[in-house]
């Protein structure tokens, strides 16, 4: 490419081009998974819709492979490709909440928490997930599980419509109303169709909440909490979101330094209401339990619960992820994950399990294109540290452990929770029914595959 092309571009563009050589090249391109290092030849850093589609442009009429990296983590770096075009959009943050309709209006390259914090005040938030450093993007694509789930449904679920800029460079409006096989293609199938340049989510009232962390001791009541926890949240008010996982207590305050590095089985959990109500919800878990090494659940601002682990997973960290979906937690199931948990290679190392159940499962599995709406649990395994030369330690964990729980789960797993060596069986496997649908809307949308840099679904044809 010469550089009259490149220079043009620069120059047709209200936000920065990054080039290799150029000074801040090596920061900007920079993903959140540091075991990913992609050098891609040129960085758009959008500022608008107009970049948007400049760059979408520039890049398939000079047949260049291209990324779509939004706010967020993006475990297995698609967000970024070599020799490529980066389209960046981390620097468009903007968010405008309606409090009368509790709608939200969100650019792409938002955070769970510049969200949270800009419906805060207004006592409202939208679903997401359980980290505030989540991007609002990726997580909505791939479908998007957490703390409101069970009394709210998916992000998708609570989806109204968005603004996307398709592989051709025109701009489409997607809802119910306005290209509706396009809506209900971004609802779970991920940046195969298209660059979201806004999204519109229904929020709920949501202001303060009773929750927190409780670990136990997973060597001794690890399978006794699994169990109590699988029973309980079958029948568990839906205004809980509480999910189950296995980690180590971190060598750091303000954990209690008589615990630090031990094995622990964690309930983690969010109830969407006044203390006095959440303990009794909380009541017919705890009171059958032993006592755990602490219990750290109380009132605080939803945001400060979204936030909670955000300083233990900084940018720059070394991560291996694995998922799948869980139709039934067997107690042979929970005794091979207390076996591989305890052999996990780093403190930060876990293992999670996220309700699918409550507002989930009133939704029909053709509805949208994240049709799982017959599991249980969303399951991953994130192996995790800071030291790049644990990479391989981590990688081998793992997949060794995904190996050994995977025959109890379902075929497929959570797109959000892949890395990029998962196969094509597999992504089919993870949306089933939908994936011949998915496939012909692709070709209708994107017949080039010109986004391809993601977990591709092909054009049918």
Same mark, same amino acid.
């Given at each position: 490419m010469n550089e009259e092309t490149i220079t043009n571009f620069a120059a047709s563009m209200r936000g920065a081009v990054v080039r290799q050589g150029d000074a801040e090249y090596d920061a900007t391109r920079q993903l959140y998974n540091g075991m990913i290092d992609k050098r891609p030849l040129l960085i758009a850093r959008c500022a608008d819709t107009a970049d948007i589609i400049t760059a979408v442009n520039f890049g398939r009429e000079n047949a260049l492979d291209i990324a779509i990296r939004g706010g967020g983590h993006n475990g297995p770096g698609l967000g970024s490709v070599d020799d490529g075009l980066m389209i960046d959009l981390s620097l468009m &943050?903007?968010?405008?909440?309606?409090?009368?309709s509790a709608t939200v209006r969100v650019e792409p390259g938002c955070t769970s928490g510049d969200v949270d914090h800009a419906t805060h005040v207004f006592g409202l938030a939208v679903p997401f997930g359980i980290v505030s450093t989540t991007g609002v993007g990726g997580l909505t694509l791939g479908g998007g599980t957490g703390y409101l789930t069970r009394q709210h449904g998916l992000t998708i679920d609570n989806l109204i419509s968005a603004d996307v800029v398709l592989a051709d460079g025109t701009f489409k409006t997607a809802s119910q109303k306005e290209n509706p096989d396009l809506f209900w293609a971004l609802r779970g199938g991920g940046g195969n169709f298209g660059v979201v340049t806004s999204f519109v989510f229904q929020a709920h009232k949501? &202001?303060?909440?009773? =929750?927190?962390?409780?670990?136990?001791?997973?060597?001794?009541?690890g399978a006794t909490v699994m169990r109590a926890y699988r029973d309980f949240i079958a029948t568990a008010p839906e205004?809980?979101?509480?999910f189950v996982g296995l980690k180590t207590v971190p060598s750091m305050d303000p954990f209690p330094r008589a615990h630090w590095g031990k094995r622990a089985c964690a309930v983690i959990s969010s109830f969407n209401g006044p203390e006095a109500e959440g303990r009794a919800v909380m009541a017919p878990l705890l009171d059958h339990l032993p006592e755990p090494f602490f219990n750290w659940m109380g009132m605080m601002p939803f945001p400060a619960m979204q936030g909670l682990f955000d300083p233990f997973f900084p940018k720059g960290m070394q991560w291996y992820w694995k998922g799948d979906y869980v139709s039934e937690l067997s107690d042979a199931a929970i005794d091979a994950h207390i076996a591989h948990a =305890?052999? =996990?290679?780093?403190?930060?190392?876990?293992?999670?399990?996220y309700p699918i159940d409550g507002a989930v499962h009133r939704t029909k599995k053709d509805d949208t294109a994240w049709g799982t709406?017959?599991?249980?649990?969303?399951?991953?395994? =994130?192996a995790i540290d800071a030291n790049p030369q644990m990479a391989g330690p981590l990688t081998r964990?793992?997949?060794?452990?995904?190996? &050994?729980?995977?025959p109890f789960n379902q075929g497929g797993g959570y797109v959000n929770f892949m890395m990029d060596d998962e196969g094509d069986a597999r992504l089919q496997a993870s949306y089933g029914t939908n994936y011949g649908r998915l496939a012909a809307i692709k070709a209708k949308f994107d017949p080039s595959n010109l986004f391809h840099v993601n977990q591709n679904i092909r054009p049918a044809g």
């Open positions: &943050k903007g968010v405008h909440v309606d409090p009368a949501v &202001k303060d909440v009773f =929750a927190g962390p409780i670990f136990w001791d997973a060597e001794k009541h205004a809980l979101g509480s =305890a052999r =996990a290679p780093s403190e930060l190392s876990l293992m999670h399990l709406r017959d599991a249980r649990w969303s399951m991953v395994i =994130a964990w793992g997949r060794e452990y995904w190996e &050994k729980v995977h």
